[in-house]
């Protein structure tokens, strides 16, 4: 075997491998992370969010699959955006309207939520670290943790009323922002 068919034959074999070693730990028919998207509308404010949506399966998750201290894609695949058509104040704040990169920074007793003005194709870097460039940071705030009594298998974003709050929610964890 020559050495450029060693390199395909390594290549085709790491390629399934990942492919069906994914698939063990899933649902028939369930994907690992599906998309998601969420919309909010209420007087004249839109906000649109488009992530995709992990599921805990039984893994450690703050802490664990997502470091502490270390910024996070918020998500899985691609980099999770968030859009607004008005302008919004985040913790004291100015958001200016349009559409942003959602990334966090977990620590064990709150959350650094960032609102990055760069679109990211994935998300992450061939080495595996988050993609952001914080030159490219539009607003950052820290909001606390709440632990929750039960925990939540697949992370979830929403925007809630009263409000808005835009809240992560995952495991037993759970973040709030409000949004002004």
């Known amino acids: 075997m020559n050495t450029q068919n060693v390199v395909m034959f390594g ?5 399934s491998a990942g492919l069906f070693g994914s698939r063990a730990f899933r649902k028939p028919g369930q994907q690992a992370s599906p998309a998601d998207h969420v919309a909010y509308a209420k007087d ?11 599921y805990k399966r039984d ?9 502490f201290d270390e910024v996070w894609r918020t998500g899985a695949n691609q980099a999770t955006t968030f859009a607004t058509n008005r302008d919004l104040v985040i913790g004291g704040k100015k958001l200016p309207a349009g559409k942003y990169t959602l990334w966090t920074i977990p620590h064990r007793g709150s959350w650094q939520v960032i609102f990055n003005k760069k679109m990211y194709n994935w998300g992450i870097n061939m080495d595996g670290k988050a993609s952001r460039e914080p030159a490219e ?16 298998e697949q992370f979830t974003i929403s925007v809630e009323d009263p409000g808005p709050v835009l809240v992560l929610a995952w495991d037993r964890t759970k973040v709030a922002v409000p949004l002004k």
């Open 137 to 152: 940071d539009a607003l950052e705030v820290s909001v606390p943790v709440e632990e929750l009594a039960q925990a939540v």
């Open 44 to 54: 004249g404010l839109q906000i649109d969010i488009a992530y995709c949506r992990p």
């Open 59 to 67: 893994r450690v998750i703050f802490g664990g699959l997502v470091p």
């Open 11 to 15: 290549l085709v074999a790491a390629a």
